[in-house]
């Protein structure tokens, strides 16, 4: 299971935290994902972060937003800066090599 946390409310030029923490000591040695959804639209990709250390951002998101993991705690972590109100979106946590999905927080960015 994933267990995604850490959206709501903050203000364009702000910062907030997501984690996603994962059953079993598993974070460590699988490719975590976060992705993003606003209503009418598809879910995006938002940023990866595989077991060897690589991560991947989407372009919208680079020098933005990081990803990281703490393998003692089976979590990952979406640090988010400089939101703007396109950032608005139900943010999902997914482990694909798990097909495991979070069940989403919310992320409101008001301008």
């Known amino acids: 299971q994933l267990q995604a946390s850490g959206g709501g409310l903050v203000q364009a030029g702000g910062s907030l935290t997501l984690s996603c923490t994962v059953s079993?000591?598993?974070?460590?040695?699988?490719?975590m994902e976060w992705h993003r959804q606003v209503p009418g639209k598809l879910r995006d990709f938002v940023a990866q972060?595989?077991?060897?250390?690589?991560?991947d951002y989407a372009d919208s998101v680079k020098d933005r937003f990081t990803i990281s993991r703490d393998g003692a705690k089976n979590t990952v972590f979406l640090q988010m800066n400089n939101l703007n109100p396109e950032d608005t979106a139900v943010y999902y946590c997914?482990?694909?090599?798990?097909?495991?999905w979070g069940q989403g927080t919310q992320v409101t960015v008001s301008s």
């Open positions: 997914y482990a694909p090599g798990l097909l495991l």
């Open positions: 079993g000591s598993v974070v460590g040695i699988i490719t």
């Open positions: 972060s595989t077991a060897s250390g690589k991560t």
